[in-house]
């Protein structure tokens, strides 16, 4: 059910009536690469208005996520203002969360945005448009998972990054004097870390979590030993940890989390989320002070809710153009969409590079439309993949028209590649000289400043 309406909106109506008006629902990596390129391209030349629409203030590139769980990474520091981008690149900025859509009026609704106090500083809007763009990306999936949501963290966000990281701090300063559990004098005092999901985030977690737990020892802020007295343990569902990954990587990842002392287990269920302990489907019983949810994501339910075509996951189903295949003035990408994949018999991943090549694409597409031109077809190429345990190693396998297979690569060569994903990510928000400078910025930085965030 459509959340009610409650007073007259506010309608924001643009300063030029006459330009075409995008408006770009999700300010995520696709999201805000494509109001930066467009607005650079169409509005400074006064072609168009560009309108982005997210529910956040702030901007981070989430494959960090993990990073600043774990504290190894400042958020303070990667997060870029919507408003300030906005008006460096001369496209508007609109904070709220998209609630409904008006297809006859071609008008999109965004709720209001409240303080800290939940008082409202923003009200309720209807933004008017020519084109709309999807770009919202995805949430967490529970799965129905009884005390999931209520006893784990999970790291779809700053702040749930932020909130898990102080309770990690918290546990192990703790660890010695627990009033919620008897510790005998000949048991050392332990901190239990679970992570439920294989995938990505949850692998690349574990490892960060492994590095900070040394880094916090060796600041005095606890005297646990960091592989024996803080365990880490990955549960995953299906028979493997990184299922849609090659097995090769997977079984690569696996030999370095056990270097680690990472224990996985595979093919474990679970079946109830608790204060203190996870329980799966064969009886484990796996005590917890920390619980991280990386189990699956989900479509925010709105697309749906607003009669939008969806397949079973909830994704927008799209044409090879990128466009809704009812109304071709909306176009939908990244997470939150469904476009076949020709000749793989399944539709494109979810993944960050995916959402960045329909950034690009949109960009060209949206050029042709304002021209009148017909639109190009997608074609998605897969790369390869990474996958970074932090400082400890990196393994992935690349792919390419130029290299013919899928090769393995791991060390040095994975780990700058693995950065240069972010680079990449930047460059296409402020260019390459800002970015330059930036990363020596950021590089001095860490020089004066402890390896991981110790408050």
Not at 131 to 157: C, H, K, M, Q, R
Not at 161 to 178: G, H, I, P, Q
Not at 199 to 216: C, D, F, K, S, Y
Not at 419 to 433: E, K, N, P, V
């Given at each position: 059910m459509l959340p009610t309406l409650n007073h007259s909106p506010v309608q924001e109506k643009s300063i030029f009536p006459a330009l075409h008006r995008i408006v770009?629902?999700?300010?995520?990596?696709?999201?805000l690469e494509l109001a930066t390129q467009l607005g650079n391209r169409l509005c400074k030349k006064t072609q168009a208005q560009v309108v982005l629409v997210d529910r956040a203030a702030t901007h981070l590139w989430k494959p960090l996520l993990h990073e600043i769980a774990a504290g190894s990474m400042d958020a303070n520091v990667h997060q870029l203002e919507y408003a300030a981008q906005a008006r460096w690149h001369h496209f508007e900025f609109q904070q709220g969360e998209l609630i409904d859509l008006e297809r006859t009026r071609k008008?999109?609704?965004?709720?209001?945005?409240?303080?800290?106090?939940?008082?409202?500083?923003?009200?309720?809007?209807?933004?008017?448009?020519?084109?709309?763009?999807?770009?919202?990306?995805?949430?967490?999936?529970?799965?129905?998972?009884?005390?999931?949501?209520?006893?784990?963290?999970?790291?779809?966000?700053?702040?749930?990054?932020?909130?898990?990281?102080?309770?990690?701090?918290?546990?192990?300063?703790?660890?010695?004097?627990?009033?919620?559990?008897?510790?005998?004098?000949?048991?050392?005092?332990?901190?239990?870390?679970?992570?439920?999901?294989?995938?990505?985030?949850?692998?690349?977690?574990?490892?960060?979590?492994?590095?900070?737990?040394?880094?916090?020892?060796a600041y005095g802020l606890h005297h646990l030993d960091p592989r024996r007295d803080i365990r880490i343990t990955i549960v995953e569902a299906g028979p493997r940890i990184l299922g849609p990954l090659p097995q090769r990587i997977a079984n690569e990842t696996i030999a370095l989390l056990e270097k680690l002392d990472i224990a996985v287990l595979s093919g474990e269920k679970v079946t109830q989320v608790q204060k203190h302990a996870v329980?799966?489907?064969?009886?484990?019983?796996?005590?917890a002070d920390l619980t991280v949810w990386a189990g699956g994501i989900q479509v925010p339910k709105v697309l749906a809710d607003i009669g939008l075509p969806v397949n079973k996951s909830g994704q927008v189903i799209v044409s090879q153009t990128l466009q809704t295949i009812f109304d071709p003035d909306i176009f939908a990408f990244g997470d939150c969409a469904s476009c076949s994949w020709p000749g793989m018999g399944k539709s494109v991943p979810p993944r960050a590079q995916a959402a960045h090549q329909e950034a690009r694409f949109l960009y060209h597409a949206m050029r042709r439309r304002l021209a009148g031109k017909s639109l190009p077809v997608f074609q998605y190429r897969d790369h390869g993949s990474l996958i970074?345990?932090?400082?400890?190693?990196?393994?992935?396998?690349?792919?390419?028209?130029?290299?013919?297979?899928?090769?393995?690569?791991?060390?040095?060569?994975?780990?700058?590649l693995y950065l240069s994903l972010y680079r990449q990510h930047l460059i296409s928000l402020h260019g390459f000289m800002r970015t330059l400078l930036d990363t020596?910025?950021?590089?001095?930085?860490?020089?004066?400043?402890?390896?991981?965030?110790?408050?």
């Amino acid at each position: 059910m459509l959340p009610t309406l409650n007073h007259s909106p506010v309608q924001e109506k643009s300063i030029f009536p006459a330009l075409h008006r995008i408006v770009i629902i999700g300010g995520g990596a696709g999201g805000l690469e494509l109001a930066t390129q467009l607005g650079n391209r169409l509005c400074k030349k006064t072609q168009a208005q560009v309108v982005l629409v997210d529910r956040a203030a702030t901007h981070l590139w989430k494959p960090l996520l993990h990073e600043i769980a774990a504290g190894s990474m400042d958020a303070n520091v990667h997060q870029l203002e919507y408003a300030a981008q906005a008006r460096w690149h001369h496209f508007e900025f609109q904070q709220g969360e998209l609630i409904d859509l008006e297809r006859t009026r071609k008008v999109v609704w965004v709720s209001a945005v409240l303080d800290d106090e939940d008082v409202e500083i923003l009200p309720q809007r209807e933004l008017a448009y020519d084109t709309l763009i999807l770009a919202i990306g995805s949430e967490t999936n529970y799965f129905g998972v009884p005390g999931a949501a209520e006893n784990s963290t999970a790291v779809d966000t700053v702040a749930q990054a932020e909130r898990f990281r102080r309770r990690l701090l918290a546990a192990c300063m703790r660890a010695r004097n627990r009033p919620d559990r008897q510790i005998s004098r000949q048991q050392r005092p332990q901190v239990n870390i679970v992570i439920i999901g294989g995938g990505a985030t949850g692998v690349e977690l574990a490892a960060e979590l492994r590095n900070t737990a040394q880094v916090l020892g060796a600041y005095g802020l606890h005297h646990l030993d960091p592989r024996r007295d803080i365990r880490i343990t990955i549960v995953e569902a299906g028979p493997r940890i990184l299922g849609p990954l090659p097995q090769r990587i997977a079984n690569e990842t696996i030999a370095l989390l056990e270097k680690l002392d990472i224990a996985v287990l595979s093919g474990e269920k679970v079946t109830q989320v608790q204060k203190h302990a996870v329980l799966t489907a064969t009886g484990k019983y796996l005590p917890a002070d920390l619980t991280v949810w990386a189990g699956g994501i989900q479509v925010p339910k709105v697309l749906a809710d607003i009669g939008l075509p969806v397949n079973k996951s909830g994704q927008v189903i799209v044409s090879q153009t990128l466009q809704t295949i009812f109304d071709p003035d909306i176009f939908a990408f990244g997470d939150c969409a469904s476009c076949s994949w020709p000749g793989m018999g399944k539709s494109v991943p979810p993944r960050a590079q995916a959402a960045h090549q329909e950034a690009r694409f949109l960009y060209h597409a949206m050029r042709r439309r304002l021209a009148g031109k017909s639109l190009p077809v997608f074609q998605y190429r897969d790369h390869g993949s990474l996958i970074s345990l932090g400082r400890f190693d990196t393994v992935g396998n690349l792919m390419g028209k130029f290299i013919g297979r899928s090769v393995l690569v791991e060390g040095a060569l994975a780990r700058l590649l693995y950065l240069s994903l972010y680079r990449q990510h930047l460059i296409s928000l402020h260019g390459f000289m800002r970015t330059l400078l930036d990363t020596l910025a950021q590089w001095l930085r860490r020089k004066t400043a402890p390896r991981v965030k110790l408050h």
